[in-house]
């Protein structure tokens, strides 16, 4: 995607959320090579190589940037830390999906990000609600969501969970609205 890619970067205290280009494949190959994070998250194969993450960088051109768009995570200090992106939900209207490298864990960049890509939703990309949902058992990212400003709606969808081979989450639904 990333040459066409005109999105600014966003900038927050210490994170850039900026597009993803490239030569982010091998660090996000390096750390979502880890059950912890795939395992958490839908669509991600496990065990997870370079060429997974070259066929993800590669699929961003083709999305529809109304409806989606994705982000590299980048720590002003260490590099990239996660991806974090909205997806197209069926339906209509978009969700919020993300996930950060194990090293980086409970130090808030994850609240960061989501924070600061909903301002950019609400601003420059003019969404006035966004969908997200979290496996049940995954109270950290439930946090995340709810200090972001979601709201529970009571729904409870059954995902399977591809690293998982195919294991059926049951994933809480929530909603953000601007
Ligand atoms: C979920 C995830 C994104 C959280 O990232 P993070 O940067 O560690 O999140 P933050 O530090 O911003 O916040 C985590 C919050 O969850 C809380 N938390 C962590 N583990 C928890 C647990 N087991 N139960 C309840 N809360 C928990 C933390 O205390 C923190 O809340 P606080 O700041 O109010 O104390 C990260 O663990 C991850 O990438 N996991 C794998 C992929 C994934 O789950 N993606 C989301 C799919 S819906």
């Given amino acids: 995607m990333c040459a066409l890619d005109v999105r600014p970067a966003i900038g927050t205290e210490r994170l850039i959320l900026r597009a993803p280009v490239a030569a982010d494949a091998a660090a996000i190959a390096e750390l979502a090579n880890d059950i912890r994070v795939a395992g958490n998250v839908a669509r991600m194969p496990h065990p997870y190589a370079v060429k997974d993450a070259e066929a993800w960088l590669g699929s961003l051109a083709t999305r529809d940037p109304r409806a989606e768009a994705a982000f590299a995570v980048e720590h002003r200090q260490f590099g990239l830390v ?19 490298g194990h ?12 924070s600061a890509a909903l301002r950019w939703a609400k601003g420059d990309w003019r969404k006035n609600v966004v969908w997200a949902g979290h496996f049940a058992g995954n109270r950290a990212s439930g946090q995340v ?30 909603v953000w609205l601007a």
């Avoid at 090293?103 to 990000?113: K, V």
């Avoid at 400003?149 to 994933?171: H, K, N």
């Fill in 145 to 174: 969501l709810v200090k972001a400003g979601f709201l529970y709606t009571g729904d409870v969808e059954p995902i399977p969970c591809l690293a998982r081979g195919g294991q059926v989450m049951a994933s809480r639904k929530m």
């Fill in 82 to 100: 996660g991806v974090l992106g909205f997806h197209a939900k069926s339906g209509g209207g978009s969700e919020l999906g993300y996930w950060f």
């Fill in 103 to 114: 090293p980086f864990w409970g130090r808030g960049y994850a609240t960061e990000a989501v």
